[in-house]
């Protein structure tokens, strides 16, 4: 992770004109040749015009001044007028930018350049991987894409219910509504866009009762592209102007299902969810599915991988029961961080410690994955926790040094945003990871 450090902070410092560094380079080699040239041609009338400058400027300082002190004051005076010509020339430069594009565009904003500036910041950041599913992954891609627009996030397909359920139940595509939040939260401001996209219709709308426009888009997408749900992808993406990548963790069509603690067996997502006993293991209806070729080489060249947060048995363990996944994350050299819950979940997480969280992953796959754990300490309002306390759910208890115990390294802080529920603050998140990126801690 040394290494990494390092690379990314080179690049943090060059973002903003990387794309642009073959121009600045001709235009400076452009310049050399030029003043070469004219000095060349033109040294017979330059030399002796800068010699008469500097003997009168000599003769006039060394009036006022001591004579050993010139060459001092010519070294300051040189200094001031050159960053003086720097400053006036690059104002002057972004006023005729200004002026040229908007001659061009007159409706463009003028704060085009600032735009552009973070734009190339954003499109220079972190090759950043989030996985997992559900409303955390969807609240934690609204962060991060204010830090990086290298952002690829890998999504759990085990979504059985509601809209979701009723697609997969009569076609052949893999649940789209996880993806669907996802792009949406990705989205670079597109109200109008995002707002069609998560629209549902009303129950008087007769069979599309239910059905959110964007899982019913994406769908349209896939048959129109004989099946290919990436491209169908590909394309919503492209009409969100999304800032990084959305990916399904695997093409084929599985389910998840889940063993209790009393020995039964729960088939389903969305019945595993639904129950009130606590859940012993959770296993895919298909062993071994291929992963996403994508999603792995997006793994390979992370420089920070973050799963959760999320149901953890639902959300977080599925896409970790793909072994190409799961051997992808255990070799890459990027930061591996798993994000704990803030509120428990009846039957799914009763009673659930944060350090309950971690060893309910480890137990499914036998082995160490991540090595930082980011736990929240901070606690909601009063009102707040009564609310959750009447669904059976309380705050995570942060228990932080079993967690350190069991070999991780921790991120601590407050990360809830408050409002009519408790949730992660996805700003923060991105700001803690922006902050071990830069500085390794």
């Known amino acids: 992770m040394g290494s990494l450090f390092s690379k990314y902070q080179v ?4 973002s903003p004109a990387l794309k642009l560094r073959g121009a600045i380079i001709g235009v400076l080699l452009g310049l050399a040749f030029f003043l070469v040239g004219f000095l060349i041609t033109f040294r017979n009338v330059i030399f002796p015009f800068f010699e008469n400058i500097h003997d009168r400027w000599y003769s006039s300082v060394s009036k006022l001044i001591n004579p050993n002190s010139i060459d001092l004051l010519n070294h300051y005076l040189g200094g001031i007028l050159l960053l003086l010509g720097f400053y006036i020339s690059v104002s002057n430069f972004r006023t005729i930018a200004r002026t040229i594009i908007q001659s061009v565009n007159p409706d463009v ?3 085009i350049v600032n735009t552009y500036i973070k734009k190339q910041i954003l499109a220079n950041g972190p090759n950043i991987v989030a996985i997992g599913g559900g409303t955390g992954l969807s609240t934690l891609l609204r962060g991060l894409k204010e830090v990086s627009s290298n952002i690829t996030a ?3 397909v085990t979504d059985d219910g509601g809209s979701t359920g009723r697609i997969v139940k009569e076609t052949s595509l893999i649940p789209p509504g996880d993806i669907r939040n996802c792009l949406v939260s990705l989205a670079d401001d597109e109200k109008v866009m995002t707002s ?3 629209h549902r219709f009303k129950i008087s709308s007769g069979s599309l009762s239910g059905h959110s426009v964007g899982n019913l888009l994406l769908l349209g997408l896939a048959e129109q592209y004989n099946g290919d749900f990436q491209k169908a992808l590909d394309i919503a993406s492209e009409v969100l102007s999304i800032r990084g990548r959305v990916l399904p963790s695997t093409f084929s069509k599985i389910s998840l ?6 020995g039964t067996t729960v088939y389903g997502e ?4 639904s129950t009130n006993t606590p859940i012993d293991r959770v296993f895919l209806s298909t062993d071994n599915p291929p992963a996403h070729e994508d999603a792995i080489s997006a793994i390979n060249n992370a420089d920070l991988i973050c799963l959760g947060p999320g149901s953890v048995f639902t959300s977080v363990i599925p896409s970790l029961l793909i072994s190409e996944i799961r051997e992808a994350i255990e070799n890459s050299d990027a930061y591996k961080i798993y994000i704990c819950n803030v509120m428990t979940q009846p039957g799914e997480s009763t009673d659930f410690a944060a350090s309950h969280h971690v060893k309910a992953i480890e137990k499914h796959i036998n082995k160490k994955l991540f090595n ?11 009102a707040l926790l009564e609310k959750y306390v009447k669904e059976n759910q309380h705050l995570v208890y942060p228990d932080v040094e079993n967690i350190k115990n069991m070999g991780y390294k921790i991120l601590t802080g407050s990360f809830i945003s408050e409002s009519d529920y408790c949730r992660h603050d996805a700003s923060r998140i991105a700001t803690r990871f922006h902050n071990l990126l830069i500085r390794g801690y």
């Open 11 to 14: 690049k943090k410092i060059l």
């Open 109 to 111: 904003k003028p704060k």
């Open 154 to 156: 890998i999504v759990t």
């Open 196 to 198: 069609l996209f998560q």
């Open 257 to 262: 299902n889940a063993v209790l603690e009393n």
């Open 270 to 273: 969305s019945n595993i969810a």
């Open 372 to 382: 930082h754990v980011l736990v929240n300490t901070g606690v909601p309002t009063t």
